[in-house]
Nanobody, 119 residues
Framework: QVQLVDSGGGLVQAGGSLRLSCAAS????????MGWFRQAPGKEREFVAA????????FYADSVKGRFTISRDNAKNTVYLQMNSLKPEDTAVYYC????????????WGRGTQVTVSS
């Protein structure tokens, strides 16, 4: 069973940076797509970024392009989300997720980590 532990959230001023981590365990992730999503109060969960674990292809929501970077450390089985130039509208609970190969949906989720950006 896949286990994801996301961490690294906190309170930061606008313009600041945070790095989120997602430690993955339970199976081999070489063919997985790993993603980050976020959910702000009163809003639906939205896609932030994703990457293929094996090939390193990356995908970003338009709202974070140029500011956020998704990456991985194979040795640590960990995926990161580096967030720079943070804005108050980035405030949300951020979730790490895993999408198995050959499927169209993310079926494993972390518990979430709160990111709050003050103006």
């Amino acid at each position: 069973q896949v286990q994801l532990v996301d961490s690294g959230g906190g309170l930061v001023q606008a313009g600041g940076s945070l790095r989120l981590s997602c430690a993955a365990s339970g199976r081999t992730f070489s063919s997985y797509v790993m993603g980050w999503f976020r959910q702000a109060p009163g809003k639906e969960r939205e896609f932030v970024a994703a990457m293929t674990w094996s090939g390193g292809r990356t995908f970003y929501a338009d709202s974070v392009k140029g500011r956020f970077t998704i990456s991985r450390d194979n040795a640590k089985n960990t995926v990161y989300l580096q967030m720079n130039s943070l804005k108050p509208e980035d405030t949300a609970v951020y979730y790490c997720a895993a999408r198995p190969p050959g499927t169209g949906r993310y079926d494993s989720w972390g518990r979430g980590t709160q990111v709050t950006v003050s103006s």
